[in-house]
């Protein structure tokens, strides 16, 4: 199995509401990385977790809280949005202790925020 | 810090044809890897090549393959036979090799490639 699942495809919240979205993977990576994609643009890391432990977090607000359960699963919690962050959300994966350590990615959560 | 240019925000190909597409970087890095991905408009990115910093031999994968300049910090993709399917955004990242674990892809703005029939 070589693939990086993302639920749901489309979801759409207001500025109140709280959401989650869903990434899991069944590789056996170590390794997982939340992205944020705008229209045309690459996409911007904001969270890596790896062995489960958050590593990088690229100064992201908080009303975005991520979370690692289990070595195949992370969450995205979502809280108190803004207009400004409907994007497409990436979820990635990777093995840390791999040669190129290259990371596979989903097919991303497509967020707008009314 | 290292950065990604793409030069190019788009390209177009005919069908059939051969297109290149151009990436420089900067880093004080000596060892290092650099990616192409390809992003179509179903909007999944996948891994189309890569290449080792510290591997003269430039990469290739079928129909794609790469012209590795490190002394120029240069990083292309060539694309022979063009087709319908490759029509998509590609990105070309860096990551260092140095640093071990979960690292982050520094990408490139990107460039959109059109296949016309």
């Known amino acids: 199995d070589t693939e990086v699942t993302q639920t749901p495809k489309h979801l759409v919240m207001g500025m109140t509401n709280k959401k989650s979205l869903k990434c899991e993977q069944h590789?056996?990576?170590?390794?997982m990385y939340w992205y944020k994609q705008k229209a045309k643009k690459p996409p911007e890391l904001m969270f890596v977790?790896?062995?489960?432990?958050?590593?990088i977090n690229e100064s992201v607000p908080s009303r975005f809280s991520p979370e690692c359960p289990n070595s195949s699963l992370l969450n995205l919690h979502l809280h108190a949005l803004q207009p400004e962050d409907s994007a497409l959300y990436l979820c990635?994966?990777?093995?840390?202790?791999?040669?190129?350590?290259?990371?596979?990615f989903g097919p991303g959560t497509r967020l707008t925020v009314l | 810090a290292q950065t990604v240019t793409q030069s190019q925000p788009e390209m177009s190909v005919q069908e059939a044809e051969t297109v290149t597409l151009s990436c420089t970087y900067d880093t004080s890095e000596s060892d290092y890897y650099l990616f192409w991905y390809k992003q179509p408009p179903s909007r999944q990115m996948i891994l189309v090549i890569r290449?080792?910093?510290?591997?003269?031999q430039n990469a290739t994968e079928n129909r794609f393959s790469v012209n590795f300049q490190k002394a120029a910090k240069s990083f292309s993709l060539k694309i022979s036979d063009s087709q319908l399917g490759d029509a998509a955004m590609y990105f070309c990242?860096?990551?260092?090799?140095?640093?071990?674990?979960?690292?982050?892809?520094?990408f490139g703005q990107g460039t959109r490639l059109t296949i016309n029939p």
């Open positions: 990635a994966s990777s093995h840390p202790g791999g040669r190129y350590n290259e990371q596979f």
């Open positions: 990242a860096y990551r260092s090799r140095s640093i071990q674990g979960a690292q982050k892809l520094v």
């Open positions: 290449q080792e910093a510290y591997k003269q």
């Open positions: 977790y790896s062995y489960e432990k958050l590593s």
């Open positions: 590789m056996g990576h170590r390794a």
